[in-house]
């Protein structure tokens, strides 16, 4: 699975967009971005996923950029509920099916 | 629809010990899989049974360590003579089938075992 970069940390005011970065320049053209997050003391739950189009769901949204290098998630309002940590993965479709997570992105919705 | 359900939610036991932890996928769902944490840590894989072919167990840390799954639902994670090193949050996920394009793995709450 290719390495992805990602803030350690990021606040945002609660009812504003969180707009959480990742980088992954080593993507390669059959592996897909995947986020999860996990919210203190829960297990990891699936957000969304893309290929190269930008993809929306009830939860977020998903804009890769034209050459893959990089992503972005985003939280249209977030909510105090939001606060958890935030992982982005890239994998291939056939890669096996465990996940790899690495540090993820800290974010933390403030009042 | 439920939920992976996990049990116990937490367990202390004394080094040396054995230890079962239990999983409950989603009904229906081929794709079982086990992860650890530890505190502050990403996810750890450990094992993953896909239907009725022989588990992935490449992920296992040690003898120590087995897991089941029973009748392709139910599966029990076994850590016999528990060191200290194994404390740490033991989630399940499971999954529709293996090679889904979508990939989404549902998570239970996980079980936090501290070994004393």
């Known amino acids: 699975d290719a390495k992805t970069t990602q803030p350690t940390s990021m606040d945002c005011a609660e009812g504003r967009a969180a707009n959480l970065p990742c980088n992954h320049s080593?993507?390669?053209?059959?592996?897909?971005v995947y986020w999860y997050r996990q919210i203190h003391s829960q297990g990891p739950q699936y957000i969304i996923h893309?290929?190269?189009n930008n993809e929306t769901n009830e939860m977020a949204s998903l804009i890769i950029t034209e050459d893959r290098k990089s992503s972005t998630l985003i939280l249209p309002h977030a909510t105090l509920r939001d606060t958890a940590v935030y992982y982005c993965i890239v994998r291939a479709h056939n890669a096996g099916n465990m996940l790899t997570f690495g540090g993820g992105t800290r974010l933390m919705v403030k009042p | 629809g439920a939920g992976v359900s996990q049990s116990p939610s937490n367990k202390v036991t004394e080094k040396g010990k054995d230890v079962e932890l239990r999983c409950d996928p989603i009904s229906g769902h081929t794709a079982l899989y086990w992860y650890r944490q530890s505190l502050g840590q990403g996810l750890e894989f450990l094992i993953y049974f896909q239907g009725n072919s022989a588990p992935d167990k490449s992920g296992l840390p040690s003898d120590r360590f087995s897991a089941e799954r029973t009748g392709g639902s139910v599966s029990t994670l076994t850590i016999q003579r528990t060191q200290q090193e194994d404390s740490a949050v033991y989630l399940c996920?499971?999954?529709?089938?293996?090679?889904?394009?979508?990939?989404?793995?549902?998570f239970g709450p996980g079980t936090r075992l501290t070994v004393l």
């Open positions: 893309g290929l190269k």
């Open positions: 996920a499971s999954s529709l089938r293996l090679g889904q394009v979508t990939n989404e793995q549902f």
């Open positions: 080593t993507i390669s053209g059959n592996e897909y």
